[in-house]
């Protein structure tokens, strides 16, 4: 194999922006503005702007404090593309600012809204939820001659690095030589050009084989990653074969490349996106059929099971939310305050929407979490409810 571009083979930009961004503002000793601002304008270009402006005037902030940051929420919005803008900043944005654009919304706790704002301590549960439900893909393509993996992160595509088969052009010369007799001139046929393309299928075996090896050091770099396979169906049998047994597991789907593989990388983003989420989808549809089936429904059921480390997976839709009551004291959650009462009869409680509070107790009931968006939340809500559990071994 000859590495015909080598790009930076860890890089997930998005994912690691958002890590850092994570801890700069964990460390922070100051309140902060927190914004989540959908920024597609649609039919009226101010639109943005005003959903801004009316979440930053439900905050408890003198006025020259407020108006300040409206002026930097304001000139965040007049310089970027659409997509979900998350900004931070101190009373003086000169002072401390950061944002960034994403192009997969987060969930939000209390459910989706076009724009709300926080005040106080950094508000980092939408974008910890969106990093642990949305895990990177490794998209591997390959051919007869050439390969390419693209990380696909968060909405964005980075090409990993490309490769080209190297052929042996010493050993077509000999081929060459034996089947005609006269140096220098091709083979047209006959014994000599069926070893040499014996010996081609051998360099694309080797080719595969190695490709095999750079695909599993890529899925390895990234926690939880799936593994998508691109290209002609002979070279993704091909592939996957030389895989390891735990990464044929990790594989999401095996789809045709698209029509122009020598495509920038840039380009890639939406067709490698949509295969993507199109198998996501049908992952998703399988999820529902068993929870249906096998599933444990219902807020305070499902509650109970996950806290007490009895679930496998729990799913909730991203755009909808449910309130539940917490104990102060041991972080138990609860359906209702009498629920809770039964394990906490004296603590505080407070009441809070179920996602600010799901991910530590997945992370406590070593469970999976699934958010599910569009028709298969809708699915999920319609026929199933707000929170739904598979037991271990369900």
Not at 15 to 26: K, M, P
Not at 127 to 147: G, K, T
Not at 168 to 192: I, L, V, Y
Not at 193 to 214: I, K, P, S
Request: some cysteine.
């Amino acid at each position: 194999m000859r590495d015909a571009d080598t790009h930076d083979a860890d890089a997930l930009p998005v994912r690691r922006e958002l890590e850092d961004l994570i801890h700069e503002l964990q460390a922070a000793q100051r309140p902060l503005l927190s914004l989540y601002l959908d920024v597609h304008a649609g039919s009226d270009p101010n639109a943005p702007a005003q959903r801004a402006d009316a979440a930053l005037r439900e905050l408890p902030l003198d006025r020259a404090v407020r108006e300040r940051l409206e002026r930097h929420v304001l000139s965040l919005v007049r310089q970027t593309g659409e997509g979900t803008l998350v900004a931070f900043a101190a009373e003086d944005p000169d002072d401390l600012a950061v944002h960034r654009l994403l192009r997969v919304p987060p969930p939000l706790p209390g459910g989706a809204r076009d724009a709300v704002a926080h005040w106080g301590d950094p508000w980092l549960t939408p974008l910890e939820l969106l990093l642990a439900n949305e895990p990177p893909v490794i998209a591997a393509f390959v051919d007869e001659r050439r390969a390419r993996l693209f990380v696909q992160d968060l909405g964005e595509a980075t090409e990993a690095s490309s490769y080209v088969r190297a052929l042996d052009t010493e050993a077509w010369r000999r081929f060459a030589e034996h089947s005609t007799g006269t140096p220098g001139q091709p083979a047209r046929g006959g014994s000599g050009m069926d070893a040499y393309e014996a010996r081609e299928d051998a360099w694309t075996a080797r080719f595969v084989r190695d490709l095999a090896g750079q695909v599993a050091g890529a899925v390895a770099a990234r926690e939880g990653a799936r593994l998508v396979l691109l290209g002609e169906s002979r070279r993704i049998a091909q592939l996957e074969e030389e895989l390891p047994t735990h990464l044929r597991d990790a594989v999401l789907t095996r789809a045709p490349a698209p029509a122009d593989p020598d495509l920038q990388a840039s380009q890639w983003r939406d067709p490698l996106t949509e295969v993507v989420r199109s198998a996501l989808h049908e992952e998703d549809e399988a999820y529902l059929n068993r929870l249906a089936r096998d599933g444990l429904t219902g807020t305070g059921v499902v509650l109970d099971a996950l806290q007490r480390g009895t679930l496998e997976l729990v799913v909730v839709p991203a755009d909808h939310d449910v309130e539940v009551v917490r104990c102060l004291g041991s972080g138990w959650m609860a359906e209702d305050e009498a629920a809770v009462r039964q394990v906490c009869p004296s603590d505080p409680i407070e009441r809070v929407p179920l996602k600010e509070r799901l991910l530590a107790a997945v992370r406590t009931g070593r469970a999976r979490l699934r958010i599910l968006r569009g028709p298969d939340a809708k699915r999920l809500q319609d026929r199933i409810g707000p929170i739904a559990g598979l037991p271990r071994g369900g």
